[in-house]
């Protein structure tokens, strides 16, 4: 089975330029995540789908960041524009389904990543 | 708010010898706790996870965990570390609603030969 893939693995920018990550989750799965890890840290959610809408993004900086999945399967990230602080990994993690109950929890699978620097 | 403390960034064993990577959580109901693993380029796979019963977790590559409540502690250990263990490790907390986890900052684990 294939697993979450992500392009491109890693991207170089100026700041104030805008970027643009894909992400492409596991057949079938319904829910998708998109995490920052900046270095030295865990990753932090950002954003979370479920099919083509929006579950959370409280932690997603609305004036730079834009998450869009628009035929619930494929995810785009977009920053624009980039600042030196958003160098970070970016991960996006699908599951089976959203659910709210930890007692049928469905496990994430993670992509490797795109490696961002912002100079 | 939920939180997970790793007080060790970077660990370094020697190959064969006994591990544990500490994981401290700050949750004021029933934790559900993970530990995951990153490997360089790769992403976050999953060790094991705890959500009830047996307090002493077993997971893949012969990892195991216990989970302590009366010192909010979630620390992974191994008998016998590998070469190909030397990875990024992180503990991670699950979120009141919608499968949130919420990591730690990670520990670095070296291994010697």
């Known amino acids: 089975e294939a697993g979450v893939a992500q392009s491109p693995r890693y991207k170089i920018i100026e700041k104030r330029q805008s970027v643009a990550f894909w992400c492409n989750p596991i057949s079938g799965h319904a829910t998708l995540y998109w995490y920052q890890q900046i270095l030295g840290q865990g990753p932090k959610l950002l954003i979370q789908f479920q099919n083509n809408g929006v579950v959370d993004d409280s932690q997603l900086p609305k004036d730079r960041f834009s998450a869009e999945r628009l035929k619930g399967v494929d995810s785009t990230l977009k920053i624009q524009p980039a600042k030196l602080e958003d160098s970070a990994v970016y991960l996006c993690?699908?599951?089976?389904?959203?659910?709210?109950?930890?007692?049928?929890?469905?496990?994430?699978?993670f992509g490797p990543g795109t490696r961002l620097t912002v100079l | 708010a939920q939180s997970v403390t790793q007080p060790d960034i970077h660990i370094t064993v020697s190959e064969g010898a006994s591990l544990e990577l500490r994981c401290n959580y700050s949750y004021g109901a029933t934790p559900y706790l993970f530990w995951y693993v990153q490997s360089p380029g790769q992403g976050l796979q999953l060790l094991l996870k705890y959500f009830s019963g047996d307090t002493l977790v077993q997971g893949i590559k012969g990892f195991e965990a216990e989970f302590k409540r009366s010192q909010s502690s979630f620390n992974l250990r191994k008998p016998s570390v590998h070469w190909s263990d030397a990875a990024e490790y992180f503990c991670?907390?699950?979120?009141?609603?919608?499968?949130?986890?919420?990591f730690g900052a990670g520990t670095i684990l070296r291994v010697k030969s």
């Open positions: 993690a699908s599951s089976l389904i959203l659910s709210r109950r930890w007692s049928t929890y469905n496990e994430q699978f």
């Open positions: 991670a907390v699950g979120a009141l609603d919608g499968n949130k986890l919420v």
